[in-house]
């Protein structure tokens, strides 16, 4: 089998990396390229912790072959904030919430979430919970995971885990 | 234990972006060659060592193929047509309602924007979610090779578990869904334990009416046989005949025959006992939400 040259577009910036035909995206992101916030759960597509942003659709990296990304705008959650050193709305809510307890599933519900927001500005808790089906998080905290978007969606949702 | 990290089989993956450039590749069968779609079914079969191909062939890069279009009362998709584009252009057509559910219910978020229905024909996993709707529809598909082309009816398309009558030469090139009349309407359930998971049962039908006359009723389970069954015997129940009630006696007649056609099998998902009962029920359901769709209510 051969190695071949392909270009990554991840996060606004190229990338020029050797592949073989069988790589997966996962591993390029996770191994080759060192963002290490793309993680690698079930690998067979059930769990979402692989999520990516592939031409703004969220996507399984683990079953996902390198080579048919080339040349595609590829988003994890390392490329979500607008800038270094500031968090997108969804991550502040996030944190706000703690919506976060071991952090296995949040870069997968982060972007499944930024995906969700961009199509329905507005969405409904009923349609939040479909957006996250495909997410599993083995800490069971998908209430504040829940209440994190919501927050995202509407600011003026006041911050319930605070005392 | 198998490494779902990585795939350990080695194969060359081709990426052609016109049919003629397709055609060429499939038509060397010397090697042995998967056509892959969206992938969510190969590439994990890939990972578990239980498909081990080659080369591999990806239709997703020929522009063609992502058509969706309605051409002379027949909705045609294209075999890379992803599912959220095809469950988009269903939304708008209410009288094939249970395709749009069909395709919506194969996964979640991710496959969705993955997957396509012609990969999930090809798979022919007889719990295919968008088969029972397409199957109820009368649609049929178009296979394409270097020497032509062909139409085939869908179920004589489908012919055991991971088996199609596709030829080595052939790829799948659109699914044709004629669009019923107005006065039709039709229903799909999945019964399952989780969202996402794949069906113990599965089940559409589709109800052409007549003010209370059921003037045709097509019914098809998923999960219960090789394939998904179409059970032509219930039309000779309820063809032509006036429903008095959901529960009348014609239609217990109609859910005890699909009970005692379909062959389920017991397996990790359910039993055999289950899926007969529940078809029998699940059919009364389905048949009373397509019936009053059939009126133009959205029951």
């Known amino acids: ?163 | 234990m198998h490494n779902s990290r990585i795939i350990t089989n080695d194969f060359d993956f081709f990426q052609p972006t016109s049919m003629t450039e397709l055609y060429e590749l499939l038509a060397d069968t010397s090697v042995e060659t998967k056509l892959m779609a969206g992938g969510t079914d190969l590439i994990p079969q890939m990972k578990e060592g239980r498909k081990a191909p080659k080369r591999v062939i990806s239709t997703m890069k020929i522009e063609e193929l992502a058509c969706i279009t309605v051409q002379d009362g027949i909705l045609k998709i294209g075999a890379a047509a992803k599912l959220k584009k095809v469950a988009a252009a269903c939304s708008g057509l209410p009288t094939i309602n249970a395709l749009h559910q069909g395709v919506s219910s194969v996964g979640k978020l991710q496959i969705l924007n993955m997957a396509t229905i012609a990969g999930n024909i090809c798979t022919a996993s007889p719990a295919a979610d968008t088969v029972p709707g397409l199957l109820t529809l009368g649609s049929s598909v178009t296979l394409k090779s270097v020497n032509g082309e062909r139409e085939v009816a869908l179920r004589d398309f489908l012919a055991g578990p991971g088996k199609t009558t596709i030829q080595a030469n052939e790829v799948l090139y659109c699914i044709n869904v004629p669009l019923p009349s107005e006065n039709t309407g039709s229903e799909f359930k999945k019964m399952e334990r989780v969202g996402a998971d794949i069906a113990k049962i599965n089940i559409s039908v589709v109800v052409q009416r007549n003010g209370n006359t059921c003037e045709s009723c097509k019914v098809a389970v998923g999960s219960c046989g090789p394939t998904t069954l179409l059970i032509d015997k219930v039309d000779d129940i309820l063809g032509g005949q006036e429903i008095s009630g959901p529960e009348s006696e014609l239609i217990q007649k109609a859910a005890q025959l699909v009970a005692d056609t379909i062959t389920p099998i017991d397996d990790i998902r359910s039993t055999a006992e289950y899926r007969r009962k529940v078809a029998a029920v699940i059919f009364m359901d389905v048949f009373q939400i397509a019936w009053v769709r059939a009126k133009g209510d959205a029951a």
């Open chain 1, 1 to 163: 089998m051969n190695k071949q040259h392909i270009t990554l577009n991840i996060n606004r910036e190229e990338y020029d990396v050797v592949v073989t035909d069988n790589e997966l995206l996962s591993n390029v992101i996770h191994d080759t390229l060192g963002l290490t916030g793309t993680k690698y759960g079930c690998g067979t597509g059930e769990c979402g912790a692989c999520t990516v942003l592939v031409n703004g659709d969220p996507v399984l990296a683990c079953i996902t072959l390198v080579t048919a990304v080339a040349g595609a705008e590829i988003i994890t959650i390392e490329g979500v904030a607008p800038a270094p050193g500031k968090l997108d709305p969804i991550q502040d809510a996030f944190l706000e919430q703690a919506a976060v307890q071991c952090g296995f599933c949040t870069p997968g519900m982060i972007l499944v979430a930024k995906d969700l927001l961009v199509r329905n500005p507005h969405p409904t808790e009923e349609e939040i919970r479909e957006t996250i089906r495909g997410n599993i998080c083995r800490c069971t905290g998908y209430t504040s995971i829940i209440r994190a978007i919501q927050q995202a969606a509407d600011p003026t949702i006041c911050c319930q885990s605070k005392p």
